[in-house]
């Protein structure tokens, strides 16, 4: 072979070889350093005030201006960006969580736009109430015996602001409307003030210091903190016959550990007291895991509890990113269940949200299933076979063709009341991120937990 030849192989050897060599490709650089620090964040003529420190943004808006459909203007470092875009609009009737990235690092703020008070202070027998500026309701106890007709509210304005009718004593047997005027805009508020209920909280565990369920606890921690009289109910007490069952008209059993009852729940001697609590009078609540035990009272017929039950083992939280759970009541806005709830303006039916989106939580359900396998196909069946009046469904069931999350069993000359909720969304302990346990985002419905749970206490108390 001539060397010419020879030469022209080896030079289309080199080039075919150069053709299959693997490119390296450098990525972007890792900066850690980026700014995340939103520079400014106004809406309308309203400034926010940045704490980078807390990462929060403080909004103040004059009494009755509208926050529900706000966009706000956000000035960003350079080669940042955030989400909720400037400019998108938000409801700021409760705190907005936004997220700033630049490059490969990320900031989250807690924005909150909050209303100037006109109302310092209610106060009633010594007693200050909850004022809610959200569902301009006040809402008070005051102890067991007070006479709720004969009251004289002490009430403490705003410069500016004042309040009709003012200085007198009110009959508070029932809600009384104030008119709160400041800045020329007039708002009515619905003032309620009731006596405690004669509520146990029941519980497998032997007193409060020994709740170990997070969730557990934050109810009864609530609990507590709004009606001081209320009482802590082992399961223990009633199978010693330590406790008159009778001096309740409402328990209540949260369970969120198992979705199999527990061996003391069904101890003939516990069964033997609920069960005659229940024929004189007595009325129950029963949320998440504490649904099952429906049956085993015999509320419902048997094999008529619920029919799916589900939930995540603890320490698998898990978050839903995008979306917020809660309950449709469609047909049951009247019902004093959902007074005052704040309702959700994305839903054309009654929705109320309970589990705001970006919230760690545990999926514990227990609900009823309606068609296919759930072995009912309609809700007119349901009622049929279990008794039950379905007052809720998930947020996305219009008509609660598919599950009942929500559920009364109406008082007779027979028994007393019960009301079930057993849906995923009603969560009381915001769970930490299992990647990062100092991200325990606040779920921002929590509010609605716990006035449903509030008039459901009230409405079988009565």
Not at 16 to 43: M, R, W, Y
Not at 249 to 256: A, G, L, M, R
Not at 278 to 303: C, D, Q, R
Not at 426 to 431: G, P, R
Request: with cysteine; proline share 5%; glycine share 8%.
């Amino acid at each position: 072979m001539k060397k010419s030849a020879i030469l022209s192989i080896l030079m289309l050897l080199f080039a075919l070889l150069s053709a299959c060599k693997k490119e390296t490709t450098q990525g972007p650089d890792l900066n850690l350093n980026a700014s995340l620090s939103i520079q400014n964040f106004i809406v309308g003529s309203v400034q926010g005030v940045i704490n980078d420190t807390l990462n929060t943004v403080n909004l103040i808006y004059p009494f009755g201006q509208d926050r529900s459909a706000l966009k706000p203007i956000i000035e960003l470092p350079e080669g940042a960006v955030v989400s909720p875009a400037s400019g998108a609009t938000v409801n700021l009737t409760k705190p907005v969580t936004y997220q700033v990235t630049n490059g490969n690092i990320f900031k989250k703020y807690t924005v909150t736009a909050t209303e100037q008070q006109a109302i310092i202070s209610f106060k009633v027998a010594g007693d200050f109430a909850l004022i809610d500026n959200n569902t301009r309701t006040i809402t008070g106890m005051v102890p067991s015996g007070t006479d709720l007709t004969h009251l004289e509210p002490v009430i403490k304005m705003a410069e500016g602001a004042k309040i009709n009718p003012a200085g007198k004593v009110f009959d508070f047997s029932n809600p009384v409307i104030f008119q709160i005027t400041q800045n020329g805009t007039t708002i009515d508020y619905s003032v309620s003030i009731t006596t405690p209920e004669n509520v146990a909280f029941l519980s497998t565990a032997i007193s409060p210091s020994a709740l170990t369920d997070p969730d557990e606890k934050a109810a009864w921690t609530w609990l507590k903190s709004t009606n001081p009289e209320a009482s802590f109910l082992s399961f223990n007490d009633i199978k010693a016959g330590n406790v008159n069952l009778g001096a309740f008209t409402v328990i209540w059993w949260h369970n969120d550990q198992t979705q199999g009852l527990p061996s003391m729940a069904t101890d003939p001697a516990v069964l033997s007291a609920l069960k005659a609590y229940y024929k004189n009078g007595g009325s129950f609540l029963l949320t998440t895991f504490g649904a099952f035990y429906v049956e085993a009272l015999g509320i419902v017929p048997s094999g008529k509890g619920p029919n799916n039950g589900f939930g995540d083992p603890r320490g698998n939280q898990w978050i839903e990113p995008s979306y917020e759970w809660g309950i449709s009541f469609k047909g049951h806005e009247s019902h004093p269940a959902f007074d005052g709830l704040t309702l959700t303006a994305d839903k054309a039916y009654a929705t109320a949200y309970l589990l705001s989106a970006g919230t760690y939580r545990l999926n514990h359900t227990a609900q009823w299933y309606i068609p296919d396998w759930g072995g009912y196909g309609t809700t007119a069946a349901w009622r049929a076979q279990t008794g039950g009046v379905d007052l809720g469904g998930t947020e996305g069931d219009e008509n609660r063709t598919t599950a009942v999350t929500m559920a009364e069993f109406t008082r007779t000359d027979a028994h007393g009341a019960a009301i079930v909720i057993c849906g995923g969304s009603y969560d009381w302990y915001s769970e930490a991120n299992p990647g990062n346990a100092s991200d325990q985002p606040a779920n921002t419905d929590l509010t609605n937990i716990q006035r449903l749970t509030s008039n459901v206490l009230k409405y079988l108390s009565k």
